[in-house]
């Protein structure tokens, strides 16, 4: 079975730095691109930042690029989301997600895991 | 990069049709194959309803169908059920540096 855990979400404060883990179970990741999702409580959804899945590319959107930085272990089948200089935008709930490649088969969502940064 | 466009609430009957619209441009719905749809229900992750713009994961019930005509897709609800009230969100492949990108969300409510 397909399975993707979101871990290390929490309280942090503005300006401080958070990384996130997704393991990732019934895959390998090195055969899917991985992305990760934000949704403020009670808004929409932003793409925050993607991994090809030969890992050689990154993507970052907009109000993450060069604070955030995407990364994997293929070794422990984990991706790893590090968030540098959070802001209190940054507050939202983050997914996992991975892609077949070459489509736009979102096919599995992890549960979430709450970012709040807050003083 | 903006965010794709969609009605912020459609509704209908049990039974009725429905249609979600989800208006980009030619950087990403108009240029791409890659529109995908996603429901959402409250406290929930999204999950995937169409991928590339007309095909449905095994399991996605045939009333739920999706298209595309210039930069335009569509996602249409046949036979509307209680359980099909939700959020739903669009999805496009785009040229700019995020890769892909969300519609603003669209609330469904069945009547």
């Known amino acids: 079975e397909v399975q993707l855990v979101e871990s290390g979400g929490g309280l942090v404060q503005p300006g401080g730095s958070l990384r996130l883990s997704c393991s990732a179970s019934?895959?390998?990741?090195?055969?899917?691109?991985m992305h990760w999702v934000r949704q403020v409580p009670g808004k929409g959804l932003e793409y925050v930042s993607a991994?090809?899945?030969?890992?050689?590319?990154?993507y970052y959107g907009v109000s993450v690029k060069g604070r955030f930085t995407i990364s994997r272990d293929i070794s422990k089948n984990t991706l790893y989301l590090q968030m540098n200089s959070l802001r209190d935008e940054d507050t939202a709930v983050y997914y996992c997600?991975?892609?077949?490649?070459?489509?736009?088969?979102?096919?599995?969502w992890g549960q979430g895991t709450l970012v709040t940064v807050s003083s | 990069q903006s965010a794709l466009t969609q009605p912020a609430s459609v509704s209908g009957s049990p039974g009725q049709s429905i249609t979600i619209s989800c208006t980009g441009t030619s950087s990403d719905v108009g240029g791409y194959k890659y529109v995908s749809w996603y429901q959402q229900h409250p406290g929930k992750a999204p999950k995937l309803m169409i991928y590339d713009v007309s095909n449905r994961p095994s399991g996605i019930s045939d009333r739920f169908s999706g298209s595309k005509s210039g930069n335009t897709a569509s996602l249409t609800i046949s036979g509307l059920q209680a359980e099909d009230e939700a959020d739903y969100y669009c999805?496009?492949?785009?040229?700019?540096?995020?890769?892909?990108?969300f519609g603003t969300g669209t609330r469904v409510t069945v009547l």
């Open positions: 999805s496009s492949y785009t040229s700019s540096d995020t890769l892909y990108v």
């Open positions: 991994i090809n899945n030969d890992g050689t590319r990154t």
């Open positions: 019934g895959f390998t990741l090195s055969n899917y691109a």
């Open positions: 997600v991975r892609r077949l490649p070459g489509t736009s088969n979102f096919d599995n």
